[in-house]
Structures are given as structure tokens and as C-alpha cells.
Nanobody
Framework: QVQLVESGGGLVQAGGSLRLSCAAS????????MGWFRQAPGKEREFVAAISMSGLTPNYADSVKGRFIISRDNAKNTVYLQMNSLKPEDTAVYYCVADSRRDITTMSTPGGMESWGKGTLVTVSS
């Protein structure tokens, strides 16, 4: 398994932007599909975005499509989530995930994911 450490969370006003980073260590990063989930207070964890091992194929939840961009740099063992036009409902703890067994179509299911980071808090004020 890879170890994942998120960074970049914080407080931002509605309409603003943040970029989250997730640094991976321990295994060959390019052998993992990567993704982001989030969990708001009192709500279930939900899929946000995922990206294929090559970085060529992204997948987004409908709620963030057109506002968020996922990318990865395999040379830096890092995946990013650029979040634009943030809304108060984007407030949540954001978790980075990794899985070497899945393709992009199955990264939206949280159960059985190989690796999770500890999360970074994003707060969007109105």
C-alpha cells in the first residue's frame, strides 16, 4: 500500500479557489489510480474525483464537474485537486485515496479502497 498525506485545505470565501495536494510514498505511484472523497459534518463520505494511473482519464462527481480539476504528477508522486468557484456546500474533510486494482470506473466506490489519507479540512464561508 501507499501512504497518503493531504495538504492545502483551509478557509476560503464562496467563489474562491483552493488547490489540494496529496503526496504518496511507499510504492510505485504510477501503479495506482488516485482519487478524492469528501465528508461533510453529519453526512456520508462521497466521491469527488478520480484519475487513472496514466493521468489521461479523469472522472468527476456531478456536483463538482466543471468546477474541480484533478491531475497528477507521477514524477513527484503527487495528485492534485484544483477547486474553483467554491460553494459553502463544498465544506468538508477531503480525503485522498489510492488503489492499484481498480480502473477509473470503479474508483467512485469507497468500500475496500486500498489506501486513505487522514484528510484535510476545507471550509467555504458564504
Amino acid at each position: 500500500q501507499v501512504q497518503l498525506v493531504e495538504s492545502g485545505g483551509g478557509l476560503v470565501q464562496a467563489g474562491g479557489s483552493l488547490r489540494l495536494s496529496c503526496a504518496a510514498s511507499g510504492r510505485t505511484f504510477s501503479g495506482y489510480a488516485m482519487g478524492w472523497f469528501r465528508q461533510a459534518p453529519g453526512k456520508e463520505r462521497e466521491f469527488v474525483a478520480a484519475i487513472s494511473m496514466s493521468g489521461l482519464t479523469p472522472n468527476y462527481a456531478d456536483s463538482v464537474k466543471g468546477r474541480f480539476i484533478i491531475s497528477r504528477d507521477n514524477a513527484k508522486n503527487t495528485v492534485y485537486l484544483q477547486m474553483n468557484s467554491l460553494k459553502p456546500e463544498d465544506t468538508a474533510v477531503y480525503y485522498c485515496v489510492a488503489d492499484s486494482r481498480r480502473d477509473i470506473t470503479t474508483m467512485s466506490t469507497p468500500g475496500g479502497m486500498e489506501s486513505w489519507g487522514k484528510g484535510t479540512l476545507v471550509t467555504v464561508s458564504s
